[in-house]
């Protein structure tokens, strides 16, 4: 299939291009950026007049559920998610069941994710046995099998012993440790951020110290092992400048924030609503500020969407038992606009967000339009604007803070490896 992707407005963050140029794909790859190969001749055509033609997103931490959480959301239904919201790479986290802990369920995954042909979909391996946080798993199994990093997702890793002998397993073989830093001690119990909203509501909090004293063990451990670390989902003021200042010492660490940080605080919770039950939770509006000013210097690598569908009645419990999480797939991308637009940030900035430079944490050669690469590409709309509605999400999961919301930026076009997997209206 050779496809010519025409008048468009090509943006590709890493290669610096910004203008209006055409772009074609034969064979599953890029052959020609702005001028045609010799004797290119396009089966199809895509008109982009008015849009935006940028690399396919790329997300580092989407939950897809399979295996072993079907009720609340499906393989295909998150990849079909994936498709509408222009991601095209995406890391899920290893916290399935069972758990990504085996080479042989890390195959099973990607070759189920493969048939469907709607995202390249990247494992990341568990670091420790069934996530009990005891014994490590054999890494370099897993990443002969496709894992591009090893994390604990959510759960808890409080032996610090276990965590040194992690970190230095990795950093022999080259292998990113990826942690949410969080104290397992004093988050026990915590349901909302530590301060006046969770007071009032009578919700017991979680202190920003949670975070700092973890990123802290970490950073130290960093320099004592030389292992590489991505900080999944900083959500504090304070997290973001120890990050910043380790970068400036020149250790190997990046970071992410989800999309839901960049625009909510703790006063979004209102009157007990458990769409915005989130970990790490919502934080203070200063908080929220130093996440924003951190993307746009770069502290912060990538934003992603923290995508963890939920079924319908773990959300209508009452806040504190409510199951934490939301749907973002289809949103990181107007989300992510929404960003740039109120910050003042070039749209090429905030495109890198989501694409190359989460693919740089990820390790893979995706997240831009270079002639060679893999044709992943996301075609959009970054004027229209549209009601963000349970019925329209592609996602089982329909469980958003941002419902009702008047959002831009549609997708119009998907194309992963060439093949477009998604056309919109």
């Known amino acids: 299939m050779k496809i010519h992707i025409k008048n468009g407005r090509l943006i590709d963050p890493k290669n610096g291009i910004d203008a209006k140029q055409d772009l074609f794909i034969a064979a599953g790859r890029v052959v020609g950026v702005g001028r ?115 994390s604990q997702a959510d759960a808890p890793l409080t032996d610090t012993q276990v965590l040194w002998n992690a970190m230095q397993y990795a950093a022999t073989f080259d292998f990113t440790v990826w942690l949410r830093p969080e104290d397992a001690y004093l988050v026990k119990g915590g349901v909302a951020h530590n301060g006046e909203v969770a007071a009032r509501l009578g919700l017991q909090g979680i202190p920003a110290s949670t975070e700092t004293i973890a990123i802290a063990t970490i950073l130290r451990l960093m320099k004592e092992t030389g292992a590489k670390v991505h900080l999944c ?46 970990r790490p939770p919502l934080r203070s509006q200063r908080d929220k500020e130093a996440l924003r000013s951190g993307l746009a210097d770069a502290t912060i690598d990538a934003i992603c969407s923290d995508h963890t569908p939920v079924d319908d009645d773990a959300k209508l419990a009452t806040f504190a038992e409510s ?78 803070p941002f419902l009702g919301m008047e959002l831009a930026g549609k997708v119009r076009y998907t194309l992963v490896a060439g093949q477009v997997v998604y056309q919109g209206d």
């Not at 199809?44 to 690399?55: F, G, M, S, Y």
């Not at 997290?239 to 940080?261: F, I, N, P, W, Y």
């Not at 390790?363 to 831009?368: K, L, V, Y």
Request: net charge negative; aromatic share 4%; with cysteine.
């Open 233 to 278: 989902r900083l959500s504090t003021a304070e997290g973001v400048e120890m990050v910043r200042q380790a970068k400036q010492q020149g250790l190997a660490v990046s970071c992410d924030v989800a999309a839901t940080h960049v625009h909510l605080t703790e006063h979004d919770i209102g009157y007990f609503d458990s769409h915005c039950h989130l």
């Open 323 to 400: 199951e934490a999480g939301a749907s973002g797939l289809e949103l990181l991308l107007p989300l992510t606009l929404k960003w740039a637009l109120e910050g003042k940030v070039g749209l090429s900035m905030a495109l890198e967000r989501i694409t190359s430079a989460p693919a740089a944490v990820m390790g893979i050669n995706t997240g831009h339009l270079s002639v060679g690469t893999v044709a992943d590409i996301c075609v959009f709309d970054a004027d229209a604007y549209y009601q963000v509605a349970a019925k329209n999400l592609k996602s089982q999961g329909k469980n958003t």
């Open 36 to 150: 045609a190969p010799v004797d290119f001749q396009a089966n199809q055509t895509i008109d982009a007049e008015k849009l935006v033609v940028c690399p396919g997103l790329v997300d580092l931490s989407a939950r897809l559920r399979e295996p072993g959480f079907e009720y609340k959301a499906t393989l295909e239904s998150e990849l079909q998610a994936a498709a509408a919201g222009g991601v095209t790479s995406l890391a899920c986290p290893p916290d399935t069941d069972p758990v990504l802990d085996e080479p042989g369920l890390v195959e099973m995954l990607k070759h189920r994710a493969k048939l469907l042909n709607l995202a390249h979909v990247y494992p990341l391996g568990a670091l420790t046995r069934q996530l009990q946080g005891k014994n490590l798993t054999e890494m370099c199994e897993l990443a002969e099998a496709g894992c591009v990093g090893f």
